[in-house]
């Protein structure tokens, strides 16, 4: 399931979170080439303001079930303390899983940080398979995460 860190797809990634246009189409097609790549069921770019993370894009066949939520709890709320990507290899054994689809079994989230050192965002990938993702996996989507940054400073999320 790992993607190589093909630069190539980098790249690709990076110009559609800078390009000009509508911020949130920008971010679905990045959501959906990474989704592409890392062959997981979903993908998702959630902005972080204040207490609150919101879906600004994903793929997949729905919308999770929050659209936005409080950073007072869960998986999200560590990776933003801890400023580093968390593996979670079953989901269903973590008390701090917020359930947002009832197929999720793995999932990863890595947090997007700003020129600044802000941590502006998070993107998430889902697997509905126990032990779907490796450490390369987790590799990967920070690359992917170090170039959603312009989303975010591109005004329009």
């Not at 993607?3 to 959906?32: F, H, M, Q, V």
């Not at 080439?33 to 972080?48: H, L, V």
């Not at 793929?59 to 560590?78: C, N, Q, V, W, Y």
């Not at 600044?116 to 032990?131: C, I, R, Y």
Request: hydrophobic share 45%; charged share 25%; with cysteine.
């Amino acid at each position: 399931m790992t993607p190589n860190l093909d630069i190539r797809l980098l790249n690709e990634i990076a110009a559609a979170a800078s390009a000009t246009g509508d911020a949130s189409a920008r971010a679905k097609r990045a959501a959906e080439m990474i989704r592409g790549a890392c062959n997981c069921y979903w993908a998702g770019i959630f902005e972080i303001s204040g207490e609150e993370a919101r879906a600004v894009a994903w793929t997949g066949a729905e919308a999770p079930a929050f659209l936005s939520f409080p950073l007072t709890r869960g998986i999200t709320r560590d990776v933003l303390r801890a400023r580093k990507a968390e593996l979670v290899n079953d989901v269903l054994k973590d008390s701090r899983y917020l359930v947002a689809f009832s197929t999720t079994r793995a999932e990863i989230i890595a947090p997007i940080i700003d020129g600044s050192g802000n941590v502006v965002g998070t993107l998430e990938a889902d697997s509905d398979k126990v032990n779907a993702f490796t450490q390369s996996d987790v590799q990967f989507l920070e690359q992917c995460a170090a170039r959603l940054a312009p989303l975010f400073t591109k005004r329009g999320l």
